[in-house]
């Protein structure tokens, strides 16, 4: 007797079944480049993208905690101010915007479909999330210090407050 096997690919991360994804929760998110490329090694398309990122969170009830831009990913650290703050239409304005900006400049695609996130609970750390998110570039060896990498910081802390406790 022969049993096939079936491979399940999904394009999008399964929710929280029963989460709404609405009111004022953190999250920390990760989008990938279209095919991982390595898009973010060009520090023009950084300052493009965070700019639409920053755009998009001052007319959506967001606050950017903490980003770090890795050259093929993004992970950020956001926060829902109100009620009424929407983590999918957020994301998708988000994507949209900085993927409409980069694709008029190279007439490419930005990002793969779809994101990850993981909510943070009331009781979670969001410093030492973002402390893990701007630690990312020293992961990779990239750099042994967060304050040697250009592209990670916050919209709320400054950055000595994140690393503090990194070194």
């Known amino acids: 007797m022969r049993i096939a096997s079936v491979v399940v690919t999904m394009s999008r991360p399964r929710r929280i079944p029963g989460f709404t994804y609405r009111g004022p929760y953190r999250y920390f998110l ?8 390595k898009t973010f090694r060009d520090p023009a398309t950084v300052t493009l993208v965070l700019a639409q ?3 998009t969170t ?3 009830a967001f606050a950017l905690l903490a980003y770090c831009v890795m050259p093929d990913h993004v992970h950020l650290l956001v926060e829902g101010h109100t009620a009424g703050a929407d983590l999918p239409m957020f994301v998708k304005r988000l994507k949209q915007s900085s993927g409409q900006a980069y694709s008029r400049r190279t007439k490419q ?22 402390r893990y998110s701007v630690s990312n570039p020293i992961r990779a060896g990239m750099v042994p210090v967060p304050s040697e990498y250009p592209h990670v910081g916050s919209d709320v802390w400054s ?3 994140l690393i503090d406790s990194v070194l």
């Not at 990760?30 to 490329?37: E, G, K, L, S, Y």
């Open 109 to 130: 695609p930005l990002w793969q479909e779809g994101y990850y996130d993981r909510v943070l609970r009331p009781a979670d750390d969001a410093k030492g999330v973002a």
């Open 30 to 37: 990760t989008f990938c480049t279209f095919d991982r490329h």
């Open 159 to 161: 950055l000595e407050e």
């Open 58 to 60: 001052q007319t959506s």
């Open 53 to 55: 990122f920053r755009r």
